[in-house]
Each structure stands twice: as C-alpha cells, then as structure tokens.
DNA sequence: TACACATGTTAGTAAGAACTAACATTATAC
DNA sequence: GTATAATGTTAGTTCTTACTAACATGTGTA
C-alpha cells in the first residue's frame, strides 16, 4: 500500500472506475497518486499496460466458495449469509465492475474474468436448491431460482451503487433481509 | 428517421452508449451516420452539443403511470404487469441507460432527468402496497416492499443486460413471472 | 435555365494527450 | 560521506481530435 507501484495502481482504479479508460489522463492519475507523470511512465511503459496491472489487482475471492461448504441447511439462514457475502464480494469488486462497464470496447479475456465468478456462483446455488428440494423443503425449478436468485441479489448491489442518489428510506441492509424472508417464505412448501 | 440530423443522433446514440462520450470520436459518429463530419458540425454546432440533443430524444414514457390506473387489485396479476412493463420501459431506454452508465461524470441535471422515473415508480408502488394493506392482503412494510421490489426488477434486467454473455437456460420471461410468483406468495397472508 | 440550399471535400488550426530524453534532486545503503 | 537507485523537472515530439474555412458538387424548385 505504500509503494509508488501501489500508489499509482490505486489512483488509476479509482479514476478509471470513475471516469472510463480514455476520459483518464496519464497526468491526471499520477498527479491523483501524488507522483510525477514520468515516475508513471517507468514503471508502467504505458497507460494500458497500467490498465492490466490495475486490473490484475482485483480478484473475485475464491474464499466466497468455502461459503457453501458451511451451510446450515437452513433455508433463510442460509440464503442471507449467502447474500451478505455475495454483496459483500460485489462492494469489494464494484470499482473493477465500474471500470468493466466503462470499458467493454476493449479486452476479451478482461470479460471472460468478470463472468466467470457470476457463472460458478451460479452453478452453486443450483445445487444447493437441487439439495433442497430433494429435501422436500422447495419445489420449485433448481435453474430457476438460482438465476432469479442471482438476478435479484445483483440488482440489489446495483441499485444501491447506481442510485446512490435516490433518497429512498430503506437500506441495503434491511432490503436484503427484507428480500430473502419474502424469497424464503415464497418458494417454501406449506401444508 | 430520414433526415440528416435523426441519421447522426441514432449513430451518436449508438455509439456513445456503447463507447462512452469521450471514446467516441465525432469522425466516427459521422462514418456510423453516412454523412460527412462537416454536416455534423454544421448540424450540432459541437460534440456536446449533439449529446444533449441525443439525450433529448429518449424520454421515460409516461404512458407507464397509466398502468396504475387500471389495477385488477390482484396481487399475483398485478405485480406481473407492472413488472413487464418496467422491463419494457428498461428496454426501451437501455441505450440512454448505458450512456448514462458511461458518462456520467458530467451533466448533472441528465442525471436528475434518470432519477425522476425510479423515484416516482417507487411512490406508485408503495402507494399499491399501502393499499393492498389496508385491504389486509398483505403486512409488511410498503416503503420496504417497493423499494425492494423495484430493486429486484431492475437487477434482473440489468442482469440480462451486462451479462448477457452468461448462457443461463433460463429466459427473462420465465424469470419474471417466476420471481413476481415467489414474490407474490412470499408476501401474501395465509391463514 | 437559374437560383437556393443541403451536403461533400479538402486543407488546415489549435489544443491536448501519450510518451521520450536529458538532466537535476533527493533518499538509502554501505 | 559517497555511490546508487528512485523520483522530480522541463522541454519537446508525435499523434489525435474537435472544430473551421473555403470551395465544389448535387438536387429540387420557379
């Protein structure tokens, strides 16, 4: 955190999740980064090689997969710890996912990156719903629910990131807890 | 859609929301519309000019207030149609939506103009649940609920917007009504 | 035919951005 | 204290971009 290397990297993800790769300025990150531009230049060669450096630094946690292996079988137990810590990694990743949106016009592998963590979370909620409803304890279509589930949580970090700015009485917090007891009693079996 | 100045805001449109304002080159834009950079310039006088004028083309239909005029007053039914609506409405605008997503460090009123239609959504819809709980069809928390509602909707078509890469083998369709099903009864009282 | 008007073409200006080179300054290690 | 490495400074090159000016071409209308 206290390397020039780091100082610059931080400044970069900042300003590029802000404004998008081509509205960044070199001079504008170093300067964010309290560094003369030429100290950039050294150490990165160029502004897209600082780009993929930047990039490489965030990393979805593959520790969000030991998740699933402490589950409580629990339907709304589980399904709120598993959506606190989706938004969790979501609020971690949210400056990467900014610069992603702002910068989809280049770099494929960069987007391979970004859906492979949707896709095997995905891929794990499907079984746990699988296990569920051999449980008896849901009927409703593994796939379904799973993508619903997915879909929604997204929104949720989305919403709340994008509309910061809407002053609306409810926290994420509360919205969450809010949304899993409704989804929970919704796709529950009753007699 | 046949004259000169609609050929160069569709191309802007497009391109801007896919690029962002300032990758986008105002050479390109007048390549995108077949027409001549000079007859831009002689259109829009200047780039940023021409992205206001882009902007102004696409409104939040009002029509959408309508829908909440002619309720069955069935929760299941009616919760359905003013989420398909919404999708469609999110549709519609998804090329403004990006656009904003990509430039929005300048313009604040552009900003002001996207947050009109989510907020005055939610008060519709706290306003229905209010009502739905004075009709002891439901208990929770109107504010909450629509919040939450409008939160959930908005993901899942943000969700098939970003990633519409991920092949899930589950449709938007089959995921609205199932997600507007799960809400429904999760939200319901049963005796 | 002749005129008006929209568009195309071409050349060019001014500003800003990425990036380099050369030299000056500071800090660290021994 | 001196050598070495990292950083700052300054000036400059090249490229791109927004934007302008002047003139050419075409097209419809009277």
Redesign the interface.
């Known amino acids: 955190m206290c390397t020039t290397e780091d100082k610059i990297i931080d400044a970069a993800i900042v300003l590029f999740s ?6 960044v300025t070199t001079k504008e990150i170093a300067k964010e980064a309290g560094v003369s531009e030429m100290t950039l230049f050294r150490h990165f060669e160029n502004k897209h090689n600082l780009f993929e450096r930047a990039f490489d630094r965030f990393v979805f946690t593959p520790k969000f997969i030991a998740l699933f292996e402490n589950l409580e079988w629990n339907l709304e137990r589980d399904l709120f710890n598993i959506c606190s810590s989706y938004q969790d990694v979501l609020k971690k990743n949210q400056k990467i996912i900014l610069m992603h ?2 910068n989809d ?1 280049f770099n494929p592998q960069f ?1 391979k990156m970004l ?1 492979k963590f ?2 095997e979370f ?1 891929n794990l909620l499907r079984s746990y719903f699988e296990e569920m409803r051999n449980r008896g304890v849901i009927v ?2 593994p ?3 799973a ?2 589930f ?11 990131l ?2 910061s ?6 926290d994420l917090q ?2 969450i807890s ?2 899993v ?7 529950s079996l ?1 007699k």
Chains 1, 2 share one sequence.
């Open positions: 802000q404004k998008g790769y081509t509205a949106l702002k016009e987007e859906l949707p896709s995905k409703e279509n796939e379904t629910l993508v619903s997915l879909a929604t949580n997204f929104g949720l970090f989305f919403t709340s994008v509309m700015k809407l002053t609306f009485n409810t509360t919205c809010n949304y007891k409704i989804f929970t009693k919704g796709i009753q």
